[in-house]
């Protein structure tokens, strides 16, 4: 396994292409072409992932002459792919500009010409391993994958995904998202299988699939797709989700019912999620401002305010840009040391098992 902790993943990452930033146009001109088509479309941001309600609030105040088009929400990764697809000759408000996507979604959509090439003007502090050489793609930030526990329905939590097997655990356990197309869920059933040993990659998704399957046949599993309303009404008492939207449900509850976020003893594994602007984004310029905003210093401690780690976080560690109160909000340290960064051949060799056997193998048709 390729171990890297997460405050080293820059280190880990190795030191950033050098290549020129703003393609072309100056962020000046960017701005004012922006202003000027007067629209941005986003897709499958929610306000309780990753701080982006607050992300998208500033970038609002700050280009006020920019109307925010926030298309569905709830949408997964290849919803996302699918919703460039759809709309390559269509040039209106359900076109998506810009998609943020698991790992494994960047280089496809780049492959199938999803895509265009664009390099943000902090480009050299984003981890080489991290993003396209051409810009097509980049990393923007990550986070690890845990439990989230409704207390009052769940005394004695568990601490390891084979706990989840326990007969205690019948009709609690859920995914956050479909895993033939949610990234999040995809990467919890590889997650599943390396806790049994399995490399990650295709043997750990062939190995999470059993381990779902067992979690189904046993009657643990509930195919409904997790959220902090679910686990608060009791339909999903444990949820499976990045360590990130956990943590923000928890706050959401504001403890009714009270709730506990526990990272797996067995494995942690971390997940890289990437932007990328649409090939036939209808407002371009816009989406290019987006990305600026969001790879700026303050876009990426908005991600991190949001328990995210940014990609540049080590680069804003290292300039002392990241405040302490904010730091002692992360989890514990130790729950990122042991943290699992799987290359994007194994993500995508994961993502080619899991998608294409959890009919075959788990049958639970997971939905909202």
């Known amino acids: 396994m ?8 820059a280190t880990g990452l190795a030191a950033a292409l050098s290549t020129t930033t703003l393609t072309a146009q100056t962020l000046e001109e960017i701005e004012t072409a922006a202003k000027a088509e007067g629209t941005l479309s986003t897709i499958a941001l929610p306000d309780s992932w990753c701080g982006y309600g607050d992300v998208i609030a500033k970038f609002k ?3 006020p002459e920019i109307a925010y088009n926030g298309l569905n929400p709830d949408a997964g990764s290849a919803d996302e792919i ?3 697809k759809a709309n390559k000759d269509n040039k209106g408000p359900q076109a998506p500009d810009v998609i943020d996507v698991g790992l494994a979604f960047g280089p496809q959509a780049k492959d199938e010409g999803l895509t265009q090439a664009y390099k943000v003007a902090t480009w050299d502090t984003i981890p080489a391993d991290a993003k396209d050489a051409d810009g097509h793609w980049y990393g923007d930030y990550y986070g690890v994958m845990a439990f989230l526990v409704n207390k009052d329905l769940v005394p004695n939590p568990p601490t390891s995904f084979e706990d989840l097997l326990k007969p205690e655990y019948a009709g609690q356990v859920a995914l956050a998202g479909d895993p033939r197309a949610s990234n999040q869920a995809i990467l919890a059933v590889m997650a599943a299988g390396m806790a049994r040993g399995a490399e990650p990659g295709a043997a750990a998704g062939e190995a999470g699939l059993q381990f779902f399957k067992e979690l189904n046949d046993a009657g643990n599993f509930v195919p409904v797709i997790g959220k902090a309303g679910t686990l608060a009404q009791g339909t999903t008492p444990i949820v499976i989700a990045w360590d990130y939207n956990a ?5 959401s509850l504001e403890g009714n019912p009270p709730a506990d976020v526990i990272v797996p003893a067995d494995v942690t594994l ?3 999620y990437v932007q990328a602007i649409s090939a036939y984004a209808p407002q371009p310029n816009a989406a290019k401002l987006w990305m600026e905003y969001l790879y700026s210093d303050e876009g990426q401690l908005g991600w991190l305010a949001g328990y995210c780690h940014p990609i540049r976080f080590n680069d804003l560690v290292a300039n002392g840009k990241v405040p302490q109160e904010m730091l002692d909000k992360l989890p514990p340290a130790d729950a ?18 899991v998608t294409g056997g959890w009919d075959a193998t788990v049958g639970a048709n997971v939905a909202e």
Do not use: Q, S
């Not at 990122?336 to 098992?353: C, G, L, S």
């Open 2 to 9: 390729k171990l890297k902790t997460a405050l080293g993943l």
């Open 61 to 63: 105040a700050k280009y």
């Open 82 to 84: 699918e919703a460039i």
């Open 247 to 251: 943590l923000a449900w928890r706050d």
């Open 270 to 272: 971390a997940g890289v």
């Open 336 to 353: 990122y040391e042991r943290a699992v960064f799987p290359t994007i051949d194994a993500v995508n060799a994961n993502k080619t098992a």
